[in-house]
T-cell receptor, first 110, second 118 residues
Framework: QKEVEQNSGPLSVPEGAIASLNCTYS??????FFWYRQYSGKSPELIMF????GDKEDGRFTAQLNKASQYVSLLIRDSQPSDSATYLC??????????FGAGTRLFVKA | DTGVSQDPRHKITKRGQNVTFRCDPI?????LYWYRQTLGQGPEFLTY????????KSRLLSDRFSAERPKGSFSTLEIQRTEQGDSAMYLC????????????????FGPGTRLTVT
């Protein structure tokens, strides 16, 4: 069974701090990885994707991928209360099937 | 609003009844996905269409579940003889193909249909 594992949290950080979210995956064949944000009662929305080893930055978000360690992370700089949500890590298993982790709940305290 | 719509948004049914959900993807998207999400879990892949062809169906899915996408446009998901364990949020998503976007495809999710089986 191909899996994506995340710490369910909750992760609590003060406003303005860096939030660090981590994810591991079991399928070495996975090529692309995604971070989705899901607010309570809402659908997931894509915030970052990454498919090359290293870092990818987009505004306050940085995704990191290490294929040798099968590890993906998301850093959120200058965290805001509006960032409080569940963050879902997902891996692409072959171009069309996406496997999601259970998500990490993030709370940003004002 | 992502442009993906689902109907109904909420459905309450009694155990043993059949239910059908509809998803209308973004019009230019040729890929369509169905997921199921329960509280505290991530979306669980159910099935996937490219145009009108159903290319994969999760082995977790029992024979009570069936999905169609006639003419490669909207899709329906039917659950026969519902059970209480079917209670969940059913999410639909659509995307273009990775080849069209240089290896990257974003799945746009609809608002979901929340099913409650009593």
């Amino acid at each position: 069974q191909k899996e994506v594992e995340q710490n369910s949290g909750p992760l609590s950080v003060p406003e303005g701090a860096i939030a660090s979210l981590n994810c591991t995956y079991s399928d070495r064949g996975s090529q692309s990885f995604f971070w989705y944000r899901q607010y309570s009662g809402k659908s997931p929305e894509l915030i970052m994707f990454i498919y090359s080893n290293g870092d990818k930055e987009d505004g306050r978000f940085t995704a990191q991928l290490n294929k040798a360690s099968q590890y993906v992370s998301l850093l959120i700089r200058d965290s805001q209360p509006s960032d409080s949500a569940t963050y879902l890590c997902a891996g692409d298993t072959g171009g069309f099937k996406t496997i999601f982790g259970a998500g990490t709940r993030l709370f940003v305290k004002a | 609003d992502t442009g993906v719509s689902q109907d109904p948004r909420h459905k309450i049914t009694k155990r043993g009844q059949n239910v059908t959900f509809r998803c209308d993807p973004i019009s230019e998207h040729n890929r369509l996905y169905w997921y199921r999400q329960t509280l505290g879990q991530g979306p669980e892949f159910l099935t996937y269409f490219q145009n009108e062809a159903q290319l994969e169906k999760s082995r977790l899915l029992s024979d009570r579940f069936s999905a169609e996408r006639p003419k490669g446009s909207f899709s329906t998901l039917e659950i026969q003889r519902t059970e209480q364990g079917d209670s969940a949020m059913y999410l639909c998503a659509s995307s273009t193909t990775a080849a069209e976007t240089g290896g990257y495809y974003e799945q746009y999710f609809g608002p979901g249909t929340r099913l409650t089986v009593t």
